[in-house]
């Protein structure tokens, strides 16, 4: 178990809408903007805007704020910022363009348990 809960939750809600290969990068040291990154993707402007959906959704009701969603409409990367967690959820098509984890090689990927 992580000491990170939002993170588990965040991993979650992405698995939960069948995000494919969902990674999640320490941040912490490396960019003041969070100290997660989650990075996922889906295969259809739909399935980005549930997983966008799903993690904003799960983030709210677990008393978490969202404090900004861009890219929503284009959903061809939707930005959910959790705060310490920032989601990256990309269009299949899109994420190999910005290959966010070789941008952030220097982030450890961490280990979230698949069973929570």
Same mark, same amino acid.
Request: with cysteine.
């Given at each position: 178990?992580?000491?990170?809960?939002?993170?588990?939750?965040?991993?979650?809600?992405?698995?939960?809408?069948?995000?494919?290969?969902?990674?999640?990068?320490?941040?912490?040291?490396?960019?003041?903007?969070?100290?997660?990154?989650?990075?996922?993707?889906?295969?259809?402007?739909?399935?980005?805007?549930?997983?966008?959906?799903?993690?904003?959704?799960?983030? @709210?009701?677990?008393? +978490?704020?969202?404090? %900004? =969603?861009? &890219?929503?409409?284009?959903?061809?990367?939707?930005?959910?910022? $959790?705060?310490?967690?920032?989601?990256?959820?990309?269009?299949?098509? @899109?994420?190999?363009? +910005?290959?966010?984890? %070789? =941008?952030? &090689?220097?982030?450890?990927?961490?280990?979230?348990?698949?069973? $929570?």
């Amino acid at each position: 178990m992580m000491e990170q809960p939002l993170v588990e939750l965040a991993y979650k809600a992405a698995d939960d809408k069948r995000a494919e290969d969902i990674v999640v990068l320490d941040m912490k040291g490396i960019s003041m903007i969070a100290d997660y990154f989650l990075i996922c993707h889906g295969n259809s402007d739909k399935q980005v805007q549930a997983i966008a959906r799903e993690l904003k959704d799960k983030a @709210e009701e677990n008393g +978490y704020s969202v404090k %900004r =969603l861009e &890219g929503f409409d284009q959903a061809r990367w939707i930005l959910v910022d $959790l705060g310490d967690v920032v989601a990256h959820v990309f269009h299949r098509d @899109e994420r190999g363009y +910005y290959n966010l984890e %070789r =941008l952030w &090689g220097d982030a450890s990927h961490v280990e979230v348990s698949e069973s $929570l």
